[in-house]
């Protein structure tokens, strides 16, 4: 039996624009606004191509490792994966998705951190009934051991504090597709521990994970699979070994590259 497709990419692309004007010192930008101010002001910003047409299908029980470089695309993927920006050409199967992108996020600042986590519940969990979602709420208090401070307001927390009470929450339920990008910083040694148990709990459960990180240990802990981006395209897909092998070869590449410039 074929396995199902939580989601497919098809001939994907991912540009930005440039906040900039192509002129090379402020002469030029004077001189062009005086001569030609309305041209000037409606001229075109500069276009970068961040992902060039690339396509994969990932499937159930996929836990797919994103490798490359910095400001390769990748957390720009996963954004569309998740579906904070719209993509006709990302097609997904299924009925929810989880996403952990930044683990310092507080909705309200001046709220506690109970209410904090109660808004992000009623965000994430829209299917649960009133019932389940005060135990998930009491769930991910008692994992997260922030104790009393859950009710003091989450703008006095430190960073690790922010990161135990969001993880606690986002972890609690599991999703057809769950996207972690650098999910491991920011909590304490002891935390970290326990908190990997609780996460190799909920991608058991969940449907197919993409997991960015920089530590290729934790892709080897958790993936089945990796996915690794460079020059704007997907170099390797496939097995863990190879792909770790294909990443780790270029990233030394890159390196010795660098130190040449200097």
């Known amino acids: 039996m074929s396995k199902r497709i939580i989601f497919e990419v098809e001939n994907f692309s991912v540009?930005?624009?440039?906040?900039?004007?192509k002129n090379r010192n402020v002469r030029d930008v004077?001189?062009?606004?005086?001569?030609?101010p309305l041209s000037f002001l409606k001229k075109e910003r500069d276009r970068y191509l961040v992902l060039d047409d690339i396509s994969f299908k990932v499937y159930?029980?996929?836990?797919?490792?994103?490798l490359g470089v910095n400001g390769v695309g990748k957390t720009s993927l996963c954004r569309y994966l998740a579906g904070i920006i719209n993509s006709d050409e990302?097609?997904?199967n299924g009925n929810n998705i989880c996403s952990v992108f930044d683990t310092n996020i507080s909705i309200y600042p001046d709220l506690t951190g109970r209410e904090n986590a109660q808004v992000l519940i009623e965000l994430l969990f829209t299917k649960c009934t009133s019932a389940e979602r005060a135990e998930i709420l009491k769930e991910a208090l008692e994992?997260?051991?922030?104790?009393?401070?859950?009710?003091?307001?989450?703008?006095?927390?430190?960073?690790?504090?922010?990161?135990?009470?969001?993880?606690?929450?986002?972890?609690?339920?599991?999703?057809?597709?769950v996207?972690?990008?650098?999910?491991?910083?920011?909590?304490?040694?002891?935390?970290?521990e326990k908190f990997k148990n609780r996460i190799k709990r909920f991608i058991k459960d969940s449907g197919a994970v993409v997991m960015v990180s920089h530590d290729v240990e934790t892709i080897k802990e958790y993936c089945n699979r990796t996915i690794v981006l460079a020059n704007k395209k997907?170099?390797?897909?496939?097995?863990?070994?190879?792909?770790?092998?294909?990443?780790?070869?270029?990233e030394t590449k890159i390196e010795v590259e660098s130190k040449n410039l200097q």
Do not use: H
């Open 15 to 21: 540009t930005y624009s440039q906040n900039s004007y």
């Open 30 to 36: 004077f001189v062009n606004f005086i001569s030609a």
């Open 60 to 66: 159930e029980g996929d836990v797919v490792g994103i």
């Open 90 to 92: 990302i097609k997904f």
């Open 143 to 177: 994992f997260s051991e922030i104790g009393d401070f859950a009710d003091t307001p989450v703008n006095t927390y430190s960073k690790g504090m922010k990161a135990r009470l969001y993880l606690s929450v986002v972890t609690s339920q599991k999703a057809d597709l």
């Open 179 to 192: 996207i972690l990008d650098e999910v491991f910083g920011g909590t304490d040694v002891f935390f970290t």
């Open 234 to 250: 997907v170099k390797f897909d496939g097995a863990l070994a190879p792909g770790i092998a294909k990443y780790l070869s270029m």
